[in-house]
Nanobody, 115 residues
């Protein structure tokens, strides 16, 4: 079992920055990859960024060059640095981890980009 807890969401003005964190606990040694997803009101959940256990990263086209995913050496914390935020980045952001053929999710943290 893996438990995930997100933090760092909030209200930010367009063009601003925010850093999200995801704290993992439990069977963290079994995690293969971690990712950030988001779900905007009335839309489907979408992949924002992903990092494999080897450090390979993937980004959605809409956030390339603005968002950076990272993971600490202990594997217990994953972060998402979000710069140049736009109103369309407004969503609930979810932490995701794949481990032992299971998919684990956090409860999400709300990011609102508005003036």
């Amino acid at each position: 079992q893996v438990q995930l807890v997100e933090s760092g969401g909030g209200l930010v003005q367009p063009g601003g920055s925010l850093r999200l964190s995801c704290a993992a606990s439990g069977s963290i040694f079994s995690i293969n990859a971690m990712a950030w997803y988001r779900q905007a009101p009335g839309k489907q959940r979408e992949l924002v960024a992903q990092m494999t256990s080897r450090g390979s990263t993937t980004y959605a086209d809409s956030v390339k060059g603005r968002f950076t995913i990272s993971r600490d050496n202990t594997g217990t914390t994953m972060s998402l640095q979000m710069n140049s935020l736009k109103p369309e980045d407004t969503a609930v952001y979810y932490c995701n981890a794949g481990a032992n053929r299971m998919n684990y999710w956090g409860k999400g943290t709300l990011v609102t980009v508005s003036s």
